[in-house]
């Protein structure tokens, strides 16, 4: 049974799953799990500025760009990335947190809005 960051389980992870462990540097503990379903291939990882927000981005298998809430795991946002863009190999967030910056592999870099300015 594999328990996932959101609280629920799985009995199984499928082959196309990967997974991201979020630990504790100086315990070693695991804190939070996270399951990024259908994607075989994680090519890049970024925490928002205040480290409330992980995005992860996957690589020529999974274009799509996965947005989750550190907190209580939940993905708050899939990112579907241009057709023949084939992943994205960096990723940060502008220091304000509102933008998420991709760099793909097909050397296009490509910005989204992923909090509303209040």
């Known amino acids: 049974m594999i328990k996932l960051a959101d609280g629920s389980s799985r009995s199984h992870l499928r ?28 090519e890049a990882v970024a925490f928002s500025p205040d480290g409330n927000t992980l995005a992860v981005g996957g690589g020529w298998e999974g274009r799509e760009i996965h947005v989750y809430d550190v907190g209580d795991g939940r993905e708050g946002r899939t990112i579907a990335t241009p057709p023949g863009s084939h992943g994205s190999l960096a990723l940060s967030f502008t220091p304000n947190g ?8 097909d050397t296009s870099i490509l910005m989204w809005e992923v909090r509303r300015r209040p």
């Open 98 to 105: 509102n933008r998420l910056v991709a760099g793909m592999s």
């Open 15 to 42: 082959e196309s799953d990967s997974v991201i462990h979020l630990v504790d540097s100086r315990t070693g503990k695991e804190l939070r799990r996270f399951v990024i379903q259908r994607s075989s291939l994680i």
